[in-house]
Each structure stands twice: as structure tokens, then as C-alpha cells.
């Protein structure tokens, strides 16, 4: 039965341009939401942006910008990204909508019986938009490892919320797996955090130090903790509290973040739904980090890589491929630009690209571009679905990938153009390649399945191309093979690729063998 399902992704500060890491949330969100629509489920799925906080503020100030015009032009740099990346979103929100302020005043409200005044000391992370325990900075020697920059010694009055209240309901949530925390480490990881309960969580900042954010409701004094803010905007993009429509998406299903908010997602936020008397979301999905050339990016190592320059040299296709297969859904992984060419080149190109080609020349060749009977896939299902069903995701793009090396080396075995040569005389040996053909088309529709939610465009063009049984000859190249030519210098190139050999629609004659040849063509 079709049902309504509802993934989310962390939304990212607008205080630069997306850069590599921030493709996992999107692209881990977007696979899981083509996976399940193609199980003919309804999938609502938000994106947006995180737009207030000092964070932002201060990023602003530096470069000498008005606030608003310098969030309008990040934001629009977040939107041009997700809809070049091919995410099939159905929401986008930003919290600087004011129905978005609106619903997160009405949220603090709810929230009332659980919010106190208090004065607050401790150290505060501008990069994280928290304080760290006394513990944690003393372990740190007073420098946050994500940021790298000396923890704040704050004293503020605020408004407090009681997370402490919710902690047994939300460890027990946690450990019966209502609100599942995937990957079973990071569960762990989580439940050792607050194993000494959840501590209350200032919400609140004086304006004099923080006034771009939802202003505190009857307090001008004060303006809200970016996170409750930013946290509400998975309620408040459904609708929240006005539409009633919301009721039909919320809990989420999954809820997609980056390791380093685990802690907020797994911690406030539940507090927060308990709070309002609202369901927990089923599963937060915690994926690793990206590291390039071995390093944390920073724009003082200087390896900050700009998903949009893969995009504009590879295509869209190539960038979800390295981060579907080559990145690890839940572990930490490394991007280097060597490594990504020679996945395009070698898997992309040789192993897919090269696939298709070489199906679709044999068919147009010795059938007349008429595939007949299209057999039926082979390849069992069962290992793939259960790694979708288990958000292992880089396992299954594996998996599909198995059938698509077991194809080209089927080919290889078999030899069609072997058969080709008897099959004009001899019936049986027709019928022979015609059953080759039949199969290895099979095949290539099944892995264009199974490829969907990874490469949405590549499988529509292979169904396209396969599907109806009669070739229908595609226009331009199935990954034409690429080429930095400073592929050596790490970790960006400065060149442009270079388009090696690209080769036309296929020649129905000469008849030519078809062996794992490096160009590709057609597709
Ligand atoms: N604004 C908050 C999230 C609020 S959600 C209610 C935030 N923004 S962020 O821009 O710092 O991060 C956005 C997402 O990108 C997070 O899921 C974060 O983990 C992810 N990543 C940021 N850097 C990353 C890598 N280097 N690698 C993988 N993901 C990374 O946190």
C-alpha cells in the first residue's frame, strides 16, 4: 500500500557557498526518496537553508555586506546547488521566512511550562552555535576541534529549556528504537553522551550580542538560540501548527545530518517534540565526513572543494556516483581529484558507458536495432534491497554494479560477435545471439533500475534507450572520458578536463568485434 513518507536534511549556515561536504545530505536524502517513490510511496522531502545566528552575522560584517542582501546570496547559491545536484526535493525553506519565524514563536510558546530565566557562564563556540561543557573545553585545551578557534567564555542571561526533564523519555526512545539512530556506533556514541541525563540548553541570547534571529515572544531583550529556530524548521516546513496537512508527514521517517549535529537532532530536538506533545521522528541517519587529500577542509588549508567546479567538468551524474559509491553513507571518507577520475573514467566510462555502447552497436548490427523478447533480470534483488531497506546505500550501488561487470563480462565470455559470424546461415546460432542480445539487454534495464536513485538521468536514458525493445539511437555520449591534466596536483586541479574521443551514434557496418574497448559511444 502506497504511504506517505517524509525525509529531511540538515539545513547548512549561509555563511559561505555549499562546498563538498555538503553534497551527503542531500544526495544520501535524494537516493533514499527515488528508492521509495519507485516503490510507489508518496515522499515529501525537505531542503533549505539555516540563515540566522552570530555565525552568519559576523561572516557578513567581515565582508562588508547588508545581512539580508548576504543570506539572499548564499541562499541562492544553496538553491542553484541542490537543483544542479538533481535533488528531487519537494520543499525548500528558509528561516528567515517570516511563516517560518511566525510557527517558531508560536513553538517557544508551547514550549512556556518548560522555559526558565537563568544567567549562564560557560564556553560558547561561535562555528558550532553552542557552549561546550567545562569537561569538553578542558579536553579541547579551549579550542573546538570542529573550528579550530578558542571557545568563548560567555556570561549572558538567558531563557533555559528543560531538556533535562525529557532525557529518560528520550534515551528510552532511543534505546527501544522508536527514534532509531543509524548507524549503530553513532547510537552508542550518543547514549554515552547524556548516560549523566541531558543538561538544560540556553535558547536565548541577550540582542546585544545576538540580534539576527526570531525575536523572543514578549522579551525584546532577546532573541532566540539559532538551533531551536533552525531545528523547528522541519515542523514548520509541513505547515506547522496552522496547516493541518502536516499531521500527514510528521513523525519524519528519516532525518538526515551530518555527524557533527548528531547531538542536537538525537538530544534537543526530541526534547523539544516531547515538549510540544509530538512524535519522534523514526530514524536519524548519521553520516560520516568528507575529508580532502586526508584533510579536514579549511579555507587556511586551502582544500576547500566546490562541488559545483565537479559538476561543471564531470556532470551531475559523475559527482551522485563518487559520493553514492566511492563515499561511505555512514563513514568518514576522503575526496581526492585523482581518485575521482579514475572512478570516472574506469567505472563510469569503462564499465557503464562502454556497456551501453557496446549493447546498443551489437543490437543496431545484427538485429537491426530490434532486441526482441527482452529476458528477464537475473540478478537477486535481495542484498540490494536490504541495504537500501538499511540506508547502506554505498552497499547497494555496489551491488548494482555487480550487474553491470557481470554483463560486460558476460559479453566478454560469450563473444555475440563470434556467434555473429555463423548466425547468418545457421537458424540456431541466430537464435543463439538473439538470446545473448536479449539477455545482456535485460541485464542493463535491471542495473537501470537499480541504478535509478543514484543516477536518475543515466538510468532514464538507458530505459529509454532499452526499453521498449527497439533501440532508439541516444543522443550524445554516456560519460565521454575525461581527463584532468593536473590530475598529480592535489587537491583541486586548476585545468579543464580534456574530451577525449568522442565517438559518434553507431555504424551498422563493418560488423567490428566487441571487446572492453576504452571509448565510449552513444548512450
Ligand atoms: N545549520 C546547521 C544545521 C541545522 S539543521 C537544523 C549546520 N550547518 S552546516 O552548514 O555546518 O552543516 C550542514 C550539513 O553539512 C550538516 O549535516 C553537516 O554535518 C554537513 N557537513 C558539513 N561539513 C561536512 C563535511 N566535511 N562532510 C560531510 N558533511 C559535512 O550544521
Redesign the pocket.
Known amino acids: 500500500m502506497s504511504k506517505k513518507l517524509y525525509i529531511t536534511t540538515?539545513?547548512?549556515?549561509v555563511n559561505a557557498k555549499p562546498?563538498v561536504?555538503?553534497v551527503?545530505?542531500y544526495l544520501i536524502a535524494d537516493i533514499w526518496a527515488r528508492y521509495q517513490k519507485q516503490m510507489g510511496h508518496e515522499v515529501r522531502f525537505q531542503v533549505g537553508t539555516?540563515e540566522h545566528g552570530n555565525k552568519i552575522a559576523a561572516k557578513a560584517r567581515d565582508v562588508g555586506q547588508n545581512l539580508q542582501v548576504f543570506v539572499d546570496e548564499n541562499y541562492a547559491e544553496f538553491k542553484k546547488f541542490v537543483d544542479s545536484m538533481n535533488i528531487s526535493y519537494t520543499d525548500f525553506i528558509r528561516t528567515t521566512d517570516p511563516k517560518h519565524q511566525a510557527a517558531v514563536q508560536y513553538i517557544w510558546q508551547q514550549l512556556t511550562p518548560y522555559i526558565y530565566k537563568g544567567t549562564y557562564e560557560g564556553w560558547y563556540c561561535e562555528g558550532c552555535e553552542s557552549f561546550v561543557t567545562d569537561k569538553e573545553a578542558a579536553a579541547t585545551n579551549g579550542v573546538c576541534p570542529d573550528h579550530g578557534k578558542s571557545y568563548q567564555r560567555l556570561s549572558e542571561e538567558n531563557y533555559y529549556f528543560k531538556a533535562s526533564e525529557f532525557s529518560g523519555k528520550v534515551r528510552e526512545a532511543i534505546e527501544a528504537h522508536k527514534l532509531k539512530i543509524v548507524p549503530e556506533f553513532r547510537q552508542k556514541e550518543f547514549l554515552n553522551l547524556i548516560k549523566d541525563g541531558m543538561p538544560d540548553v540556553s535558547i536565548s541570547r541577550p540582542k546585544k550580542s545576538l540580534s539576527w534571529g526570531v525575536p523572543v515572544p514578549g522579551d525584546d531583550t532577546q532573541v532566540m538560540y539559532v538551533?531551536l529556530d533552525?531545528?523547528a524548521?522541519y515542523i514548520t516546513v509541513l505547515g506547522y501548527p496552522e496547516d493541518a496537512a502536516w499531521k500527514d508527514y510528521w513523525p519524519a521517517d528519516v532525518q538526515v545530518?551530518?555527524?557533527?549535529?548528531m547531538r542536537?537532532h538525537a538530544g534537543l530536538w526530541p526534547a523539544m517534540l516531547v515538549g510540544l506533545g509530538l512524535p519522534l521522528p523514526k530514524v536519524l541517519l548519521v553520516?560520516?565526513?568528507?575529508?580532502v587529500g586526508g584533510a579536514?577542509?579549511s579555507k587556511t588549508m586551502g582544500n576547500v572543494v566546490d562541488p559545483v567546479e565537479i559538476i561543471n567538468k564531470f556532470g551531475a551524474e559523475a559527482l551522485r556516483y563518487y559520493f553514492s559509491r566511492h563515499v561511505s553513507t555512514t563513514e568518514d571518507s576522503d575526496f581526492n581529484w585523482r581518485k575521482f577520475e579514475d572512478a570516472y573514467n574506469n567505472e563510469l566510462a569503462n564499465d557503464l558507458g562502454n556497456l551501453v555502447s557496446r549493447t546498443a552497436n551489437m543490437v543496431t548490427r545484427y538485429q537491426a536495432g530490434v532486441v526482441g523478447e527482452i529476458q528477464k533480470a537475473e540478478h537477486d534483488m535481495f542484498a540490494y534491497n536490504e541495504a537500501m531497506r538499511e540506508l547502506r546505500f554505498s552497499d547497494a550501488i555496489d551491488d548494482a554494479w555487480v550487474l553491470v561487470q557481470g554483463a560486460n563480462q558476460f559479453i566478454d565470455r560469450v563473444k555475440p560477435w563470434e556467434i555473429a559470424k555463423s548466425a547468418a546461415d545457421d537458424p540456431e546460432e541466430k537464435e543463439h545471439l538473439d538470446e545473448v542480445l536479449a539477455h545482456v539487454v535485460g541485464s542493463l534495464l535491471q542495473a537501470a533500475s537499480m541504478l535509478y536513485p543514484f543516477l536518475p538521468a543515466t538510468s532514464e536514458k538507458i530505459t529509454d534507450m532499452f526499453g521498449t525493445g527497439v533501440i532508439k539511437p541516444a543522443e550524445g555520449v554516456l560519460f565521454p572520458k575525461t581527463k584532468l591534466e593536473t590530475a598529480e596536483a592535489q587537491p583541486a586541479p586548476v585545468a579543464e578536463p580534456v574530451v577525449e574521443a568522442v565517438a559518434p551514434a553507431p555504424e551498422p557496418e563493418p560488423v567490428q568485434p566487441e571487446p572492453p574497448v576504452s571509448d565510449v559511444a552513444a548512450g
Open positions: 540538515a539545513i547548512p549556515y562546498h561536504g555538503h551527503m545530505d539555516d538551533w533552525a531545528l524548521n545530518v551530518g555527524k557533527d549535529i542536537f553520516h560520516g565526513h568528507v575529508t579536514k577542509m
